[in-house]
């Protein structure tokens, strides 16, 4: 059996249940769920060479150069992480195709495409108390002014390395890219900040 024929499960698929009684709790401040198996590939090249505009083009969207930011094109988001490095993220069905599109672009220039789905996975943490919830376990400033819609951010959230994309919608939201060993964690904690919040607010 393959990597690619091993049957894939949600790293929170046991945390479903809490997850769900939580934003039922909340009344409507905070919104927990999360959204399995998306596709993340990581992605390597020199963003000087050919092969950074062939895989635009791949793409539909130019790679963000700029340091913390993220384009979105279709169906797809992607990430700066670093110089030379990108996570694209999409839907779960894309995978394997997407990854082919972009070695195809890649062609025989210097880089890599790998495909680290199962190493991460997102959560959502959504509605008009999101920020408040997250600003009680992350470092960075949150407010829109400082980090809005087209940023990410690599930081700790309950002093766990996340990955955090703000989400565009008239309703705050945020993914939340964990860890697949950490989710169970990180979980716990967004439940537990979301009951103390709704007491404390109560």
């Not at 024929?5 to 790293?11: K, L």
């Not at 959502?124 to 997250?134: C, E, I, K, N, W």
């Not at 600003?135 to 809005?148: K, M, N, S, Y």
């Amino acid at each position: 059996m393959t990597a690619d024929t091993i049957p894939r499960r949600s790293p929170l698929a046991h945390a479903a249940v809490r997850l769900s009684a939580a934003t039922r709790a909340s009344r409507g401040a905070v919104r927990l769920a999360e959204l399995p198996c998306l596709t993340q590939l990581d992605v390597r090249l020199d963003p000087k060479g050919p092969a950074a505009d062939a895989v635009g083009i791949a793409l539909g969207a130019p790679l963000p150069t700029e340091p913390n930011t993220i384009v979105r094109t279709g169906h797809l988001t992607v990430l700066w992480l670093g110089p030379d490095e990108w996570l694209v993220v999409g839907p779960p069905e894309t995978r394997e195709l997407l990854q082919l599109d972009l070695l195809a672009a890649l062609g025989t220039e210097h880089g890599s495409v790998v495909d680290v789905s199962a190493q991460r996975t997102t959560v959502l943490v959504g509605g008009p108390r999101a920020r408040d919830l997250l600003a009680h376990g992350c470092p960075i400033d949150l407010h829109p002014r400082e980090f809005g819609h087209g940023q990410c951010a690599q930081t700790t959230l309950a002093r766990t390395q996340v990955v955090l994309v703000p989400r565009e919608s008239r309703v705050p939201g945020y993914w939340v890219l964990v860890r697949s060993s950490f989710a169970g964690y990180l979980a716990d904690w967004l439940v537990d900040a979301a009951t103390e919040y709704v007491h404390g607010a109560g």
